[in-house]
Each structure stands twice: as C-alpha cells, then as structure tokens.
C-alpha cells in the first residue's frame, strides 16, 4: 500500500465508468450484507426481548448520537475529495477524530445521571457510561482505511466492514439468548467498536501519529459539511426526540424499528452506490459536460434499481410485519406504509449533492439540509403530539417532498442541468411502479385480510412476485416503446449479460 493520498496522483484515470460501476457492487454487496445480517439480528432479538428493552437503548443511543452530531467533521470526505492529500492530512485528520471522540464520551457520562433522573429511567444511567466509552474507542481508528474509497479499492472495504458486523452480531445474539435483557444490545455496541477499532490497523499499514499540521485543510473543507452533518442529524433525531417526550419507550421502539426497515428500502440501495459515485465524480469533477453526464446516468439508474423497493415494502406491510417481527409490532404497519411512500420519493432525487461536494461548494448541500429541517420541524411539532409515531412518518413525507423539489431547481441553477433532463431519466421507472402499485393493490383487496401465518406468507410471496413482474414488464415495455434509447434500461441489461456469463463460464 503506497503513502496515503499517492495513489490518487500518480495513478491515471482509465475506464472510470467500469471502476465505479464496480465498486457500486462491491458496496452495495457490503451494505446488503450488512443490513441482510441486521435485519436476521432484528427478527430473532425482536422475540427474544420487548419492545420496551429496544426503547430503553434508544434513549440512550438517541442522545450520544446527537452529542455525535454537534461535534461531527466529515474528515473522510475531506481526504477523497482532495486527491492529493498526503501523510499531514490524514494525521490531522485522525487528531480531529481523537479529539471529537474523547469530547463526546467526556459530555455522554457527564449526562448520563442527569438524563436518567429527567426522563424517570433509572436504567439509563449505566447504559450510558458505556456508550461513552464506545465513542471514545471509535475516535481511535485508523484513518488510513479512508483509502479504500479514495482509491476505488472497495473489496477491501468490503471485507474491513462485513466482518465487524458479523462478529458483533453474533455476539449480541448469544448474549441475547443467554440473558434476555437489553444488555446484549449494548455489549453488542461496545463489541462492534472494539472489532472495529482492531481490524482498521489489522487491513491498512497506514499508522497515523498525533499533529495539528494538517487539520487546516481538512477543517476548512469540513466545516461546512459539520454544519449540513447536524443539520441533517437534527432533522433525522427530531422526529424520535418528539416521539420520545410525548409518548414512551414502546412508541420510540415502533418508530426506530419502522424507520430502520424502510430505510433498507432506499438507503441501504442507494448509499453504497453514492459511495462509489463520490470518489468517482472527484476525479472528474471539473470536466463539466462528463459529469453532467455522469450525474444523470448515475439518477436514472438509482431510480430503476431503488424505486419499486419502499412500494413493495409499503404495499406488503400489514403481512410482512406479523410474519416477521411478529404481532406485538403491528402498530408499526400504517408508519411503514407512509415511510415507504417517502422512500419512493427519495428515489427520484438528482443525486446532485454528489457533484456539488466534489466541486468543493459543500455550503449548497448545507442549504438543501436546512431547508428540510425547515419544513419538516413545524410539521413534527404539530403532527406528533397528535399521532406519535405516525405523525412523524406524515412529517418526514412533507418534508421528503419539499427536499425533492429543491434537488431539481438547484441542479438546474448551480449545474446547469435542466428539470426535463432528470425526467427523460426517471418517468420510465415512475410510471412502472405506479403500475405496480396499483395492480398489488388489486391483487390485495382480491385475496382479502390474511388470518394465519400460512396466508401472510402466501399473500406475501404472491404480492412480491406480481409486484416484480409488473414492473420489470412495465420498464421494458416503455423502454422499446421509445426505442430502446441509451439509459439505466440498457446498462443493466448489459450488466445483467455480463454476470450471466461469467456465472455460466464458472459454472
């Protein structure tokens, strides 16, 4: 491994699309690894312990995470942004780390008696002083893996994160079966952060050393990016926080679970994809009409790819969360139903954000992120005394779709990419899903409410293999309709062909 930041100068750029498109699978088969081992953890833990024991946790995983928040600076996304940052940088990066680390742990147990005492759980206390020795620990890894990305070596990546995972995860469940309280969930944290923390210097070479020599760039670029970090922290704990206060530890356990499982619908698809795209549209930032380009490839296949996902999961809530969660999680079904249709939407996004980082002008994603809170904490604040949970799942929705409309306008201003544009590359998928919605729909008002685990599962296998065909036969028929054009239809197809023969060339 060469001297962190060396690669990305000395290495040329060639067949940047196929790298990427690459490292999209690599990524995406480390988050779905990861989510798939989550949501296995989630189902048996879900029987194993209450509702209660998972809103306990999340009171205390809520507050580190907004002390998390206030502190935050992107200083991974600093080193990829800049391909050629050195040694300097990333140990100022990896001081910032230490620091914020140590910041947050000191400001966790300082809060733990305090916070235990105001919301009447005693239990807090102690989960608490644990959570703060977890972020002290995660300040101490290793900033050389930041490499993996800025270099496009997302294999590595891969096997760095996945193994972490499963080795706490399968600590939390023993540590579930063996105690049946919420204490295996936070040993599970405290484990996730240890092997974590051990595996950073285990994969890289890179030691970083102490040194302030650095930290200017880093900060300079950063700061925006901590300032859009808590503002897009702020807006994703807001709704938990009003949940919190104005309902209980159960409601908060409803809502965290309904917005982890809708979140596997758009975000776990579409975060290891911008993963990739990131470092990719770097390098290529300032060549104007490529990444124009690039952006709008990159949109069209998102939206093919992630769309009909959070549908689905609205469309088969009421028999997928009995036979999955079991029936003690009902209450989460009419949330998970309205997430999904915000999951939907978010699917239309322009990706924009992407570029805009690359071209060094973070203040204007900072703005996208404000304007979300803007909207979404009046709604919240009106909406969640009154319904809970599902008041906040109104409230993200409003806000999703004044988010939505942003991304289009400020693409058009700031990269001169018209609105019609991102829609030649997105109505195919839209109307397909709309068709599948409406055919599921059908298809369940059809075979009526299902009343045994035997019907959920068959309404549930017969909703998802109707729903997939409608709308891959919906694609495709419109795409030829138009004349089999260049777009995500035909780059999938192409990567669908390619992984067949190297399937069929193995086999």
């Not at 470092?279 to 930032?285: H, L, Q, R, S, V």
């Not at 009902?330 to 309205?338: A, C, F, H, W």
């Not at 703005?367 to 803007?374: G, K, Q």
């Not at 990419?417 to 991102?422: Q, V």
Request: charged share 15%; proline share 5%.
């Amino acid at each position: 491994m060469t001297t962190p930041g060396q690669a990305s100068v000395t290495a040329p750029v060639r067949d940047l699309a196929r790298i990427v498109t690459i490292g999209a699978g690599w990524m995406l088969a480390l988050r779905w690894s990861d989510r798939l081992v989550a949501l296995g953890s989630i189902v048996v833990l879900a029987r194993l312990l209450d509702p209660e024991d998972f809103g306990v946790v999340g009171y205390a995983v809520l507050l580190t995470g907004i002390l998390d928040l206030l502190t935050r600076f992107s200083t991974d996304a600093a080193l990829i942004r800049d391909q050629s940052r050195g040694r300097g940088s990333y140990d100022g990066a990896w001081t910032i780390n230490i620091v914020r680390g140590l910041g947050v742990g000191i400001m966790v147990a300082a809060l733990a008696a305090p916070t235990a005492a105001y919301l009447r759980e005693p239990r807090l206390e102690a989960i608490m002083y644990w959570l703060a020795l977890v972020s002290l620990l995660h300040g101490f890894e290793n900033v050389g893996t930041v490499d993996f990305r800025k270099h496009l070596e997302f294999s590595r990546q891969f096997v760095f994160r996945l193994v972490t995972r499963l080795v706490a995860t399968a600590t939390t469940l023993g540590l579930a079966l063996a105690w049946r309280d919420y204490w295996a969930l936070v040993v599970g944290m405290l484990v996730h952060c240890a092997v974590s923390l051990a595996a950073s210097y285990a994969l890289h070479p890179f030691r970083p050393r102490l040194s302030v020599s650095g930290m200017r760039g880093i900060l300079g670029f950063s700061g925006w990016l901590a300032l859009q970090d808590l503002i897009q922290g702020v807006t994703e704990r807001l709704p938990s926080l009003l949940v919190a206060r104005f309902a209980d530890a159960t409601a908060l356990a409803f809502l965290t679970t309904a917005r982890e499982v809708a979140d596997m619908a758009i975000t776990e698809l579409r975060a290891p994809i911008r993963a990739a795209l990131y470092p990719g549209f770097a390098k290529i930032a300032h060549e104007g009409e490529r990444v124009r380009a690039a952006l709008l490839d990159a949109t069209g296949v998102l939206a093919l790819v992630s769309l009909p996902i959070p549908l689905g999961i609205a469309l088969t809530a009421a028999d997928a969360v009995p036979l999955v969660l079991g029936p003690k999680w009902l209450p989460i079904v009419p949330v998970l139903e309205i997430l999904g249709v915000g999951g939907a939407l978010s699917a239309l996004s322009t990706n924009s954000h992407l570029v805009l980082l690359a071209l060094n002008r973070p203040h204007m994603v900072t703005i996208v992120a404000a304007l979300r809170l803007i909207v979404l904490a009046p709604a919240a604040f009106v909406l969640i005394p009154a319904h809970g949970p599902l008041g906040a799942a109104y409230a993200l929705l409003a806000a999703t779709s004044a988010v939505l409309a942003a991304d289009y306008a400020l693409s058009a201003w700031r990269l001169a990419i018209a609105p019609r544009r991102f829609v030649a590359v997105v109505w195919r998928p839209l109307l397909a899903a709309i068709a599948m919605a409406i055919v599921v729909q059908a298809l369940r008002g059809w075979m009526g409410p299902s009343a045994t685990a035997a019907e959920q599962v068959t309404h549930l296998v017969l909703c998802a293999a109707v729903g997939a065909a409608v709308y891959a036969a919906s694609v495709l028929a419109l795409w030829r309709l138009m004349g089999m054009p260049e777009g995500a239809e035909r780059r999938m197809i192409s990567l669908l062909k390619s992984a067949s023969r190297r399937v069929s060339g193995h086999g």
